[in-house]
């Protein structure tokens, strides 16, 4: 047992909490199936399937808080769980920044759930890791790739009557080519909800492309050039952007965007809300009812979640918050969905050829690859080009080029924008390609 | 996991049920209980090996676990969450047609095994239709009944949740009176009960225990902020780890303490205060070619990225092309057998029976001893690290003994081993007579920002502190370093290495590889050790 539907979902948890005896109590099940197949060398290596659910009690008596959970479903379980969180609830210590449970909601029904994908069969993906294998051995390469589906299922309840419940597929798919002689490689990526999207035959002719068109890569001096991000590329820098809009550390002084006050500034503001820190086509934002990257539409304490922009016209608009956080510096809570990261940039409607061909100078980079932070303060990162680099002249791709580290920030990229091109999804999040002037490129690496 | 995840997960509360991890939460009282009867378990396995042998497998073997993990996160004078977590099911794997297949469950009954174990015999059998090299597996002798337990002083989860919390709450306290604005400090205990049931005849059932105490604390001053994490490690120990012995502290004249098989978590946190004050005040390095003396709470972490990975036989072989990479070591140059990965004084080994290291069990998960080998000798590469199906391809009849599964929900594969550098054996120095050698040269201690690219040719590695030599002595605590290389050039570099007083064992708790991705804890030993005229970046940037 691992995903049940959202009758028996509720007809259960109301039972957890018939047997409640604390102040509040929140439950949360959370169930998943998965497969998958990975392969290398030409060949499948390993696969396998996952199945597990999981039932959480959160106890509470004034500010003390206690969580217990379970994997068995009878009667007797159900209460014992209960009493383990309330136990546990009256040895805890006061926490001070404890939220009081939410009040009933009403959620959108979410497109998030696909039957080809939850169906998906060992044979399904073994023809997968065929899809890449076969034309690649034709042509003397190297393959290797992985391919993943799930089925997931979410469900809250709170003794304050809140119930909210989600069912998810996803898929995703990536491969590695190489030649033979390991001077050229290529890769790809793709991920949907519905699986009936992925086409692996075609997502594989790129890598085996990209590989041929790889080989015997030539040096380049490091230093500043325009790029062309590729989606898959530029989604990294971009994540770790959104991973540092938390509010609590703008406001304690600790973010690229804590405002820094002036000499004699009379109350001044914490963080940077509304100021403009990037180029005005920048807009990034969450949408649980993007049709691309649909999420749950509620977040993991049940609170309903609607699309929020985070940065608008190269503004800050919003900022992640803890309901805590939110209610302290009486700003708006801002949730994101339950089992997601999700978010979007915006982009426009050229297309990554297009991009290209609109290019006197520059470096196509496919992916960036092991990507850390080196200062928090300006968001500066480190990290390498991987798997096809390519020199860019007067709209055609002239040759390959040796793989770059390159120290940059994505505050300086998105203050550097040439054209943004039409998104994809890329990781569940929507990503377009990037022309960007000056990426700094520090060293060369004999990577392949 | 990266560290950030790792703190959303430590801070998440009920909201990490919706994280994609291993584990759900428990009572405390849950977790002392006692685990399930060893007889049981070789019942259990028993069904799922018979059942895998009825299906059409080769082999097969069986991993019954119960992981149980323990959070205690405080936040200055907070404590945010108390979790418990606990996972237990059974993973099996299978040999079918030459090729593998897995299936995990965590409804342990006969009935679910047996299903589970066919399933696994089915993925192998559909698999088996693009099978171009069949699995060849190294003998292993089956070992019986046996059972292995980490030795641990104090079970770190017995000591009650209070005094865990005061001890946390009173390191905040210490590191904020003296300097820090803001600290999050962390106990994460894990204890993996996992038995291993194989059709080659073993039963083995073990007892690991790790933990890790960090903290990561962070000053605000007017021109913006700094950060200083814990210099303690990460170790395969109890309770004892927080024991704080004089004996376990290696002094760096003007520059910071370090710690070996115990940790004094308070001192550290009192200096990281005082240090973060001279960090915002710190002058920012003057980027060029620099000796660099390197403590072991860094340097564990440069032998991590660029012995332990590259020298992994999967890499070297392509089946983690798709996602860590491949590697610059590959097989002629192990074959040629005169390949310098570093100068004659650089001896790197593969250890997984070397004590308070996270990487030490009795067995690895495929049932195989744990032994230590060389990998670098006197320079030279001689050896990988390898699995039951792999050591054929480098000509080898025994597995290395580093297969492992972060839990019973996932395969087994290759991981990497504790993977250190010898100490001095002739002459036994400290980090202070290796400062005095140097004229113009950093200091760095403590594990900061760290990159390497796919084939781990090219890195760039930061610290948490950094402190200028001159003439022989530190003269000043600097800023924004970070050094770039490349690792054959890097370890050729090596011109000094302390001695055995000096030599202390770091790790890492969360490394990473595979697909659908696995973390492991492994540890590195090693002495402070100099590299002659390496390339230093200055890291601060306008925005």
Redesign the interface.
């Known amino acids: ?1 691992s995903i049940i539907s959202e009758k028996e979902a509720k007809i259960l948890l109301k039972k957890v909490l018939a047997f409640s005896k604390a102040d509040e109590c ?1 439950c ?1 099940l ?1 169930g998943q199936l ?1 497969g ?19 039932l ?1 009690v ?1 106890s509470t008596f004034g500010k003390k ?7 068995e479903f009878d009667d007797a379980s159900l209460e014992k769980v209960v009493r ?2 309330e ?2 609830a009256k ?3 006061d ?3 404890l939220m009081p449970n939410l009040k009933p909601a009403k959620y959108a029904k979410m497109n998030t759930y696909f039957d080809s994908t939850a169906s998906v ?3 399904y ?2 023809q997968a ?2 899809d890449g ?1 076969a034309p690649s051995k034709k042509k003397n390469l ?1 393959a ?3 391919l ?1 589906d799930s089925h997931t299922m ?1 469900a809250v309840m709170n003794s304050n009557g809140l119930f909210a419940y989600n069912v998810d597929t996803n898929a995703s798919f ?3 080519i ?1 030649t033979a002689d ?1 001077k050229g ?1 290529g ?1 790809v990526t793709r991920d949907y909800s519905d699986i009936n999207k992925m086409d692996t035959s075609e997502a594989s002719s790129i890598a085996i492309e990209k590989s041929l068109g790889s080989v015997d890569a030539k040096e380049m001096e490091p230093g500043k050039y325009t790029v062309i991000l590729e989606p898959a590329a530029g989604v990294g820098l971009l994540g770790r952007l959104f ?1 540092a809009m938390g509010q609590r550390a703008a406001d ?3 973010s ?1 965007a ?1 405002y ?1 006050p002036k000499e004699g500034e009379e109350n001044p503001p914490k963080n940077k809300l509304g100021e403009k820190m990037f180029d005005e086509r920048v807009n990034i934002y969450s949408d649980p009812h993007h049709p691309e990257v649909p999420t749950a539409s509620f ?3 049940g609170a309903p979640v609607e699309k929020t922009y985070w940065v608008k016209n190269g503004k800050i608009e919003n900022f992640q918050n803890s309901r805590f956080w939110a209610d302290k510096t009486g700003k708006k809570y801002n949730p994101t969905a ?2 997601s990261g999700q978010w979007l940039m915006s982009g426009g409607d050229e297309s990554l050829e297009d991009m290209i061909k609109n290019t006197r100078r520059g470096v196509l980079v496919t992916r960036l ?12 990162h ?3 080009t ?1 798997d096809g680099t390519f020199y860019v002249e007067n709209g055609k791709i002239k040759y390959p080029v040796k ?1 770059f ?1 390159f ?1 940059e ?1 994505p ?2 990229m998105l203050n550097n924008i040439e054209a943004l091109g039409k998104p994809v999804r890329i990781n569940g999040n929507m990503v377009p390609p990037m022309k960007i002037r000056d990426f700094t490129f ?7 | 996991m990266e560290r ?1 995840d790792f703190i959303k997960l430590t801070g998440a ?3 990490g ?4 991890i291993t584990g ?7 977790l002392l209980e006692r685990p399930m009867d060893v007889a049981m378990k070789k019942q259990l396995a028993d069904v799922a090996l018979n059942a895998a042998k009825s299906a059409g497998a080769t082999y097969a073997d069986a991993r019954i676990g119960r992981y149980l993990n323990q959070f205690i996160t405080t936040r200055e004078k ?3 969450n ?5 996972s ?2 059974i993973g099996i794997r299978v040999i079918a047609n030459g ?9 342990i009954t006969p009935e679910s095994i047996a299903k589970t174990a066919k ?2 015999v ?3 059998k ?8 069949p699995v060849q597996l190294a003998p292993v002798k089956g070992v019986g009944e046996v059972s292995w337990k980490t030795p641990i002083v104090k079970n770190a989860f017995e000591i009650p ?2 005094d865990k ?1 005061d001890m946390l709450l009173e390191v905040n306290n210490a590191a904020m009176s003296n300097g820090a ?2 600290i999050t400090s962390i106990f994460f205990l894990v204890n993996e009960q996992k038995y291993f049931a194989s059709t080659e005849g073993s039963y083995i059932d073990q007892d690991v225990h790790r933990l890790w105490a960090p903290f990561f604390a ?1 000053a ?1 001053g007017k ?3 700094k ?1 200083r994490s814990s210099l303690g490690n990460p170790v395969g120990m109890g309770f004892e780890y927080l024991d704080g012995k004089k004996e376990d502290k290696v002094y760096v004249d003007g520059a910071n303490i370090g710690y070996n098989n115990s940790y004094d978590m308070l001192e550290d946190a009192t200096n990281a205060g005082k240090q973060l004050q001279k960090k915002l005040k710190a002058k920012s390095v003057k980027p060029g070619k620099y000796d660099l003396v390197l403590d072991p709470a860094h340097l564990m972490l440069t032998i991590h990225e660029s012995v332990g990975h590259p020298l992994e036989l999967d890499r070297v ?7 860590a ?2 590697s ?1 070591a ?1 097989l002629d140059k192990w074959k040629s057998k005169k390949f310098q990965y570093g100068s004659d004084i650089v001896n790197l080994v593969a250890d997984k029976t070397q004590p308070h290291s996270l990487g030490y069990v009795g067995y690895d998960d495929e049932g195989v001893k744990t032994k230590e080998w060389d990998l670098v000798k006197d320079g030279i590469l001689v050896n990988y690290q390898a699995t039951r199906d792999q050591v054929h391809m480098i000509d080898q009849k025994e597995s290395h003994g580093c297969c492992y599964s972060q839990s019973w ?3 087994q ?1 290759q991981r990497m081993s504790n993977v250190s550098l010898k100490p001095n054996l002739e002459e036994d120095l400290s980090a202070n007579d290796i400062i005095k050698g140097v004229e113009k040269g950093i200091y760095i201690a403590g594990r900061g ?10 890195f ?1 590695f ?1 610290g948490q502190l950094f402190f200028e030599i001159k003439d022989g002595k530190i003269v000043d605590q600097i800023e ?1 370093v ?1 050094y ?1 290389s ?1 690792t054959q050039d890097f370890w050729n570099s090596c011109v000094q290495l302390a001695g055995k007083s000096d030599y202390r064992v770091g790790g890492s708790f969360f490394d990473g590889k595979g ?2 991705p696995q973390v492991s804890a492994v540890s590195h030993g090693c002495p402070t050790t100099r590299f002659n005229n390496i390339n230093v ?1 200055n ?5």
């Open positions: 047992m929140e949360n959370d998965t998958n197949i990975r392969y290398a060398r030409n060949t499948v290596t390993t696969a396998g399937e996952v199945s597990d659910l999981t959480a959160q808080m206690g969580v217990a959970t379970i994997n383990r969180a136990e546990l040895l805890a210590p926490n001070p920044e069969t060992p044979e993906r073994a890791a065929d294998i190297v290797s790739g992985f993943t979410q990536s491969a590695t190489r390991g490689s890769w991973n304690e002084g600790r690229f804590s820094k977040a993991s304490d339950a089992g690859w092991y990507i850390r932070q080196l200062d928090p303060q300006t968001l500066l480190t990290g390498l991987r793989n580290r120290n920030s505050i300086v520090s060293s060369l690496s004999d990577a392949v | 950030r509360g009920m909201g049920l919706m994280l994609p759900n939460m428990v009572s405390a009282a849950q907070v404590v945010n108390v979790v418990n977590t606990e237990a099911g090729t593998w297949g897995f299936a995990s469950t965590s409804l399933q696994a089915a993925i192998a559909a698999n088996s239709k693009f099978q171009s090299e949740i209070k919390a604005s803001y962070s605000v021109s913006g902020f950060q072989l392509g089946y983690e092309a798709n996602f990479g491949t610059f590959t929900r996932d395969v594969f920002s760290f990159s390497i690219d796919q084939q781990r040719y090219n760039q930061g924004d970070a770039q490349n697909q659908p970046l890291t601060k940037r306008k925005v």
